[in-house]
């Protein structure tokens, strides 16, 4: 593929790999080399092959269920399971985290490696080993806490603390920063320069290409399965839009598509809502907040992880989430309630969870299915469901969010990350709702597919629609938002006006606890 | 093997369980010197079995919603002695004492669901409670004796259907159901082909559909042939009558109702499902409440066929109709499994349990050998989901055509369970929910921890 490497020491070379699942040819060809302690970027739209290719080489394709060579220092590997890859120093932080949210962070960091002795874990030993490791990820924790108490941006480095302890010399991390904040990838980043220069070796999968501009040596783009091209700082600084331009095969003009807002009424309105946690009693978890909607609008919210705005959107959404306190709910004019999850989708409410695979998808289930499976009332015209319509619905979603398969009665677990995304988007777009709330609609998904995410979204609120976008990257809120309200700690702080707002205004908002302006 | 499988294209699974059925059966038949195809003997078979094959298709559903139901025999007997007593002493009718029966039934499923459901009680345990419960109340009630029951029950439960018409040489209303079970499979067919055509499919080729529906046609010949000419006085029996028409109702069910498909949501992912707009409850409650309104119904057909109902009517009858479920390929954790594969399950430990007796063999031997078929089933498949191959029988039973998604089992999809869960709520609906992740696979190589001890 053209592909040529200056002749510093090699790490890792894939010849020629070629994965095939049943109708779809997932990578076709790919070759892939990586230097010795550097950082090494794999760029592509959602479905290219990345995590394809990286599964492959951390063994978690077997040997044999596909073609080429992996070549680890010089020596032809075949690796059985992701045991046998980790044998050789071979690490894989998946897409989705893998740790066991009920067990504390020195159990999670030796599952499966545990340190014995007589027979017995030897529990003093794992523990000092642990503070030892994250210590040198940077993380203050106490080791005894439990994985489910600590935010996704320290999960994360524990991950890579579990990496660590298992002596690695080649980290793979798979879209490592899709959903954390931009501080805590900082962070991240920064860990995984100073891992560099104590010469480890790393492959990381990203779709925000600014981070791969700041940190990656090199690039390999890879689009429908082919490695396209190899990109190398040593010959060019790295550019955001020149990897795009590999990966779309064509330049992009715009991150965000033009858009001229027709905004019309208020008609969705809540009003000192405040809602309880449900686990710790007394804690709010919204504190009298009021927002409005109008017809046409496109509403942000900002702020950090662990603000509350999920917590609010989804207590507003049928009441998903928390202790419903007080606050009230106008559409249109009428004061309304909305216990039930049902009883908001039949008002027109629709919400798209942050969470994919916990929140938004039943992976056992088809793509078809799923699409319908927010308002099966829709492909129900008496008493039973009328499979040509939901085969109808499955297809116009397919195509009008470009979902890559060759068939909606796959399942949706044979899906990329991102196209999965865009399965929950247009499970939720079915229901054709009068207010969309979207959170985190973008995570994992690429560039390309993001403007035409933005560019659905503009269609839904051009047809007076209201839209509500919950998002931890600031571009897009200023990019895609007629106003943003930003969100600390449970209570709303502000609210920002198209053209009036920047980052900085926003920042400073989102981090201020005093009461609303 | 391309072209078996574009013959089953659409619909592969029940297919090829029912090839495995063939194949048992056949087996038997030459074990025996041709003593299972027999009329009589597949009337045995029918009569003998319907009740658990009822079983089994409320406990496909209770199993696809995730939990399991221990209490199925008891409710039986114990709907049993309430109907037989009713008839008995208060001379009402015998189609009132079936209402009866079913109100029983739907009264103790309320019990059940609402324990389940609005309580959070696990299955398991509220319908171990039940066990004992409704045991103990069958011998309460029945002062542990025997009551025997009047002659129409007897039909439901072991009788055969009129004879009528001109002499065919056949039993006329077997013949009459054979037709109309051939003319339901052309005019399925057909209707496919037109459906296709509606909405954009490619259909099957001519050829395929005609060869798929010739091969459905020549087996329920066979069976016609087979029931319809029976000893005098005998046809396709009414359990078996009773048993396709409960099939085909719950068969809609689950693949073609709103209900349906929210089962299959909740068992799937409850949280998802939930914030789908899903009542989690409520789909727990009717699945517990429809368990036992079937299993009061099993009750009825059971003391119909053996003309009085007994103190332990129905003992380890949850037992055969799990075991029929999970043969016939539902997932133990929920999500997976239909009514057609657990009926053909359920035939083929029928079927076992029949070709070893004829054989001659014992009990003792029979239960050795159904264990191990058992367990032989559901290792067949964990082995081929480890190996990252289709697991044959969950894959293939899975309730949508056409999902080829081979190694797609095994690796797509690493998923931890609760990446970023967060702060994950509740209102009630969602409480537990969270823990409930789809558990697509059990063999996911970074999740190989089961049973870690807990730091002390
Ligand atoms: N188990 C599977 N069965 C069938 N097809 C699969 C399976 N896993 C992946 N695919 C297909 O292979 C292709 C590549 O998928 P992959 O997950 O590698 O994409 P990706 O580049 O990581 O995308 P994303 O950025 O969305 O995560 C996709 O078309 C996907 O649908
Ligand atoms: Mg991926």
Redesign the interface.
Known sequence: MGVSVSTSHVKLEMRNITKVFPGVKALDGVDLTVRAGEIHAICGENGAGKSTLVKVLSGVYPHGTYEGDIVLDGEVQTFKSLKASEHAGIVIIHQELALIPELSVTENIFLGNEIVSHGLIDWDEARGRTTELLARVGLEVDPRTQIKNLGVGQQQLVEIAKALSKNVKLLILDEPTSALNESDSENLLDLLRGLRERGLTSIIISHKLNEIEEIADAVTIIRDGLAIERLDVADAPLDEDRIIKGMVGRSLEARYPEHTPDIGEVFFEVRNWTVEDPTIPGRLMSKSSSFQVRRGEIVGFAGVMGAGRTELARSVFGRSFGIYRAGTITLDGEEITLPTVKSAIARGLAYVPEDRKTLGLNLLDSIRDTIVSADLSRITPGLLLDESLEYKAAEHYRKSLRIKTPDVNRGVSTLSGGNQQKVVLGKWMFTEPELLILDEPTRGIDVGAKYEIYTLINKLADAGRGVVLISSELPELLGMCDRIYTVCEGRITGEVARGEADQEQLMRLMTTTSSAA | MKSIRSLFGGDPRQFSMLGALVILIMLFQVLTGGKVLTPSNMMNLINGNSYVLILAIGMVMVIVVGHIDLSVGSVAAVTGIIVALALRDWGIPWWAGILLGLAVGAVIGMWQGYWVAYVGIPGFITTLAGMMIFRGLNQYIGDSNSIPVPEELQFLGGGYLWEWGPNTGFNNSTLLLGIIAGAFVVWREWRKRV?AA????EPDPLPIAAIRAGLLIALISYATYLFGTGREGTSFPVPGVVLVILVIIYH?ITQ???FG?HV??VG??R?????????TKRTYFFVMANMSVLAAFAGMMFIGRARASGPFDGTLWELDAIAAVFIGGAAVTG??GTVTGSIIGGLVMATLNNGLQLMGAGSDETQIIKGLVLLAAVAFDVYNKKQ?RPSVIALLM?R?????????AA?????????????????E???TA?SS??A?ETSH?????NN??Q??
């Open positions: 459906r509606r909405v954009g499919f809609v073609r109702t709103k498909r299959y949501a799937g992912n949280a998802a499902a939930a914030l789908s707009g899903v009542s999500g997976i990252g899975r949508r055509p056409t999902f080829r998604d081979d190694d797609a690796a797509a999809t690493p998923d931890g369970g609760s990446s970023q869960a967060g702060p994950v709520g509740a209102q609906e969602l409480e969270t992740t789809p697509t190589p970074t999740r190989n921890a870690e001890r730091e002390p």
